[in-house]
């Protein structure tokens, strides 16, 4: 639109959630600084606190502030002092599904001079650089079940699966669109079809269809449970892969863990169609262990950033925020930093 300031919506939330979003504004700072762009950042408490305060999770006017702003950015949500999934299913889960972010990028990248756990000569020669797309809206996440009998012996609890053919065939195409611009053009479908026929043969049939209308993509199948031997065992053979939310949960833990780290890995909750604002957090939580002690690596957050830049069309910047995180990667060493030294290194490169 031609506007030289950017509005965006900043949720710290809880336990390191604060500590790491902190460097990520300071970063932010530094890689548009000098270029006429204001970022106009307005902070949003939710999470734990505010639960404790009032017992809101997203209150519908907060989600309808948050939707008139350009992106948001977010650190983590979860307190062990809040029941478990009050604070899921009450803010993060909404957000996603409300403001329509059905793409989770979740990219899986090592980086030169971070240690991988695995023999990567080895298993991986050409370096492992993959991005994992995981449906953001439906799937066993959107709440569709109940419990009867609760606390007795013959307690029922049904957690149903949802997929759609639109929900499944947007994010497809969008993972299609995303290989195609990649050099090797691939993208393997992770799911579970010979078990879970019903959801998994929409996936699969979507992928073929779809995939007719990019005819440079080669494709491929895994399922789920075979898709985590190769992530640890040959991860250099994925490029691209599209998968339920559930599979792309758990398989974006083990991608993250094979690249450096839930330190290391960002991710981006986009709305492609742009008709609401996209979320923009690294993949970990709020890490109660650490929290208020400087210990959070802040990088996830950083290369969060650089993908909220390249969302938002910046992509000089994103690929400067990127350059500046692999320089501070490559001569980390085994010293032992703070939360901001750390962002204050990154942001010095810049
Ligand atoms: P977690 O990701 O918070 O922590 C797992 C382990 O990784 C901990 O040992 C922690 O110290 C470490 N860790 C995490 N981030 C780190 C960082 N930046 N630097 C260094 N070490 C780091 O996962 P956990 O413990 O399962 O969950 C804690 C809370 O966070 C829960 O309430 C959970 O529901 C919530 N959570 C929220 C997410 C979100 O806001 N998107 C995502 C995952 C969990
Ligand atoms: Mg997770």
Redesign the pocket.
């Given at each position: 639109t031609g506007t030289d300031t950017v509005n965006l919506a900043v949720i710290g939330?809880?336990?390191?959630?604060p500590e790491?979003v902190a460097e990520g504004l300071k970063v932010l700072e530094a890689a548009t600084a000098g270029t006429g762009t204001k970022f106009h950042t307005t902070e949003y408490d939710l999470g734990a606190r505010r639960w404790h305060a009032t017992g809101e999770t997203l209150p519908d006017s907060v989600l309808e502030e948050l939707r008139g702003h350009d992106a948001i950015l977010?650190?983590?949500?979860?307190?062990?002092t809040v029941p478990?999934g009050v604070?899921?299913r009450g803010v993060?889960l909404p957000l996603r599904f409300a403001l329509e972010q059905y793409v989770n990028l979740r990219p899986a990248k090592l980086f030169p001079g971070v240690q991988s756990p695995l023999a990567v000569e080895r298993v991986a020669p050409d370096g492992i650089d993959f991005v994992v797309v995981r449906e953001g809206t439906e799937g066993p996440y959107v709440g569709n079940g109940g419990a009867l009998r609760t606390g007795t012996p013959h307690e029922i609890a049904t957690e149903v699966s949802v997929n759609t053919r639109f929900g499944v065939e947007r994010v497809v195409r969008d993972a299609f669109a995303r290989a195609q611009g990649r050099p090797r053009q691939h993208l393997t479908l992770v799911h579970k079809h010979n078990v879970l026929t019903h959801a998994g043969h929409l996936w699969r049939r979507t992928v073929e269809e779809v995939g007719v209308e990019f005819p440079e993509v080669t494709t491929a199948y895994q399922h789920v449970d075979a898709a985590t031997i190769f992530l640890a065992t040959d991860p250099g053979r994925f490029d691209v892969i599209v998968t339920d939310n559930l599979f792309g949960d758990i398989i974006t833990d083990i991608a993250a863990a094979i690249v450096g780290?839930?330190?290391l890995a960002a991710s981006a909750n986009i709305n492609p169609e742009r008709t609401a604002p996209s979320m923009f957090?690294?993949?970990?939580?709020?890490?109660?262990?650490?929290a208020g002690q400087a210990?959070?690596?802040?990088t996830?957050t950083i290369l969060s950033v650089g993908m909220l830049l390249e969302h938002l069309g910046r992509s000089d910047e994103a690929a400067r925020v990127e350059r500046a995180v692999e320089a501070d990667l490559a001569s980390r060493g085994d010293a032992v930093r703070s939360t901001p030294e750390v962002g204050d290194a990154i942001a010095s490169v810049l």
């Open positions: 939330g809880d336990g390191i959630g790491v977010l650190g983590a949500i979860g307190d062990p478990s604070l899921e993060l780290g839930i330190g957090e690294p993949v970990h939580g709020s890490a109660p262990d650490i210990k959070a690596d802040p996830a």
